[in-house]
């Protein structure tokens, strides 16, 4: 076994603190990765709050994960030690599923395996993330990380890139679409950059004043602040696409407005509270509501690839691990420039 040191909560109220637990010893097909940086994503604070329900405790979160292979077991084809290697949300699936066949694991009709906060295919063995010193993970489910990029801006493609690039290459939103990014946090900035380099025109739709030079910076075209209604006004019935990114309640009726004839709301924010559709603001002009989860394996891939070439990354704030609980608090208060990334040599200290 191998002896990993974390960061794990105990249960939904305590903070964060040191945790060691007992990696698998490597199978045929699994790869050890020695992690560099995690990500923090907001779902790793919903979950250890036990926001969604189910928590399992004890929790080490982290589900952007990017790391160096440090032994690969003898039946692995993909990777060799010493390769740089990314894991995201999930590291297994039934695999014989029509959602599994089509490279779709996040749909997983058995569901899938989270990175943690789940159990192995076993349904007994927990799993744990990110938050920690290595992980063991099946070749199937994890990522080759393109050269030339910065390890720590890489980490949050893992999720907030895939979450993002995902719908909107499912809806192909691209040039002559307008699209709004509701929310500037993690996933919501890579949104605005994705978004406005597949040639959307973008305007991001924030509560807070303070980001605007940033969206712009980002990426975006033009900023709306959620709270100037007069201001919005002039974006009523404006979206092709909106991707809703907030991960607290919020009005959705106020923002389905703002879509144009056919458009379409996506929501890939995860507030733990339903939310409110009235069926008029949707059927008097044909809109749509969805929603994307994630992204397959395969086109994870296809977007650290296209990060790569294009050299997008997350823009993020380096923390030491014992400063996770700071920054779970400035997270709440949408204080977040854009992803926090922890460097994991802190923790092997
Ligand atoms: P984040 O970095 O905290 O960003 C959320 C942003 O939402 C905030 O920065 C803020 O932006 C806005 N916001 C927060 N509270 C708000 C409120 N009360 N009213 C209006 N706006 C508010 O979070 P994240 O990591 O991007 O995650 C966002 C959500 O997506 C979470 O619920 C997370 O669980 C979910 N998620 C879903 C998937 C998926 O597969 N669908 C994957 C990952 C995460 P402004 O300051 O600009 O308003
Ligand atoms: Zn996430």
Redesign the pocket.
């Known amino acids: 076994m191998l002896a990993t040191h974390a960061f794990a909560a105990q249960n939904a109220t305590s903070p964060l603190g040191p945790f060691n637990f007992e990696r698998r010893d490597p199978g045929n097909k699994d790869v050890v990765i020695d992690i560099l940086y995690c990500g923090v994503?907001?779902?790793d604070l919903?979950q250890i709050r036990d926001e969604w329900g189910g928590s399992i405790f004890p929790m080490v979160p982290g589900h952007e994960i990017v790391g160096r292979v440090t032994r690969v077991g003898s039946g692995v084809k993909g990777f060799k030690t010493g390769d740089i290697a990314g894991v995201g949300?999930f590291v297994d699936s039934c695999r014989v599923c029509p959602s599994c066949k089509a490279g779709l694991e996040q749909y997983c009709e058995q569901g899938m395996t989270g990175t943690y906060n789940s159990y192995e295919r076993d349904g007994k063995t927990p799993t744990y993330g990110g938050y920690s010193t290595q992980i063991v993970v099946d070749e199937a489910y994890v990522l080759h990380i393109p050269a030339g990029l910065p390890l720590e801006g890489v980490a949050p493609l893992l999720?907030?890139g895939i979450?993002t690039y995902s719908p909107l290459k499912e809806w192909k939103v691209g040039k002559g679409h307008k699209l709004g990014v509701l929310?500037?946090?993690?996933?919501?900035h890579m949104a605005v950059k994705l978004g406005a380099s597949f040639g959307a025109e973008v305007t991001m739709l924030?509560?807070?004043p303070s980001?605007e030079a940033d969206a712009k910076r980002l990426g975006a075209h033009q900023f709306a602040l959620?709270s100037d209604e007069k201001g919005l006004a002039k974006f009523k019935n404006y979206f092709d696409f909106i991707i809703d990114?907030?991960?607290?309640?919020?009005s959705l009726p106020f923002y389905l407005q703002l879509l144009n004839r056919d458009g379409t709301i996506i929501l890939?924010?995860?507030?733990p509270a339903p939310h409110q559709l009235p069926g008029f603001d949707i059927l008097l002009k044909r809109r749509r509501v969805a929603?994307?989860?994630?992204g397959g394996i395969k086109e994870t891939q296809e977007m650290l690839d296209y990060c790569g070439k294009n050299k997008i990354v997350s823009d993020v704030e380096v923390i030491p691990i014992q400063d996770i609980n700071k920054a779970y608090e400035r997270?709440l208060k949408?204080d977040?420039k854009?992803?926090f990334v922890i460097d994991i040599a802190s923790l092997k200290k």
Do not use: E, N, Q
Not at 183 to 188: A, H, I, K, P, V
Not at 245 to 250: D, L, Q
Not at 291 to 294: D, M, R, W, Y
């Open positions: 994503c907001h779902s919903h949300c999720c907030a979450t929310g500037l946090g993690g996933l919501g924030s509560s807070s980001k959620t990114t907030v991960s607290a309640p919020h890939v924010g995860a507030p929603g994307s989860l994630i997270m949408g977040v854009y992803r």
